[in-house]
């Protein structure tokens, strides 16, 4: 399985932007997707996830309310929609998929992971 994230860039603050990760590979639809971010100097972390099947998201505490994942699973594509951006979003973002076990935060629980797309929050 290959994932590819796209649709970073540089926006100022208060300012929405959307991310995609398409999934190559068979098996997405099998399982759930996760994006991630790092920001320099610090430790990659969880952002949100989603279920294989969408009914089930789970969020940081730092994004809630702001950001979005939903799935396509007919075009194999997970998106992160980021809204009410702030600079402390600053950062790369990655896409994982299929976790095992239930530490979805846990970025040591994730099987594949995208290249990573960059996101950069001005003020």
């Known amino acids: 399985v290959q994932l590819q994230a796209c649709g970073g860039g540089l926006v100022q603050a208060g300012g929405s932007l959307r991310l995609s990760c398409a999934a190559s590979?068979?098996?997405?639809?099998?399982?759930?997707m996760g994006w991630f971010r790092q920001a320099p100097g610090k430790e990659r972390e969880f952002v949100a996830t989603?279920?294989?099947?969408?009914?089930?998201?789970y969020y940081a505490d730092s994004v809630k309310g702001r950001f979005t994942i939903s799935r396509d699973n007919a075009k194999n594509t997970v998106y992160l929609q980021m809204n009410s951006l702030k600079p402390e979003d600053t950062a790369v973002y990655y896409c994982?998929?299929?976790?095992?076990?239930?530490?979805?935060?846990?970025?040591?629980?994730?099987?594949?992971w995208g290249q990573g797309t960059q996101v950069t929050v001005s003020s």
């Open positions: 989603i279920s294989w099947i969408g009914g089930t998201t």
């Open positions: 590979g068979r098996g997405f639809r099998s399982y759930s």
């Open positions: 994982a998929g299929a976790v095992v076990g239930g530490r979805y935060y846990d970025t040591s629980s994730w099987n594949y």
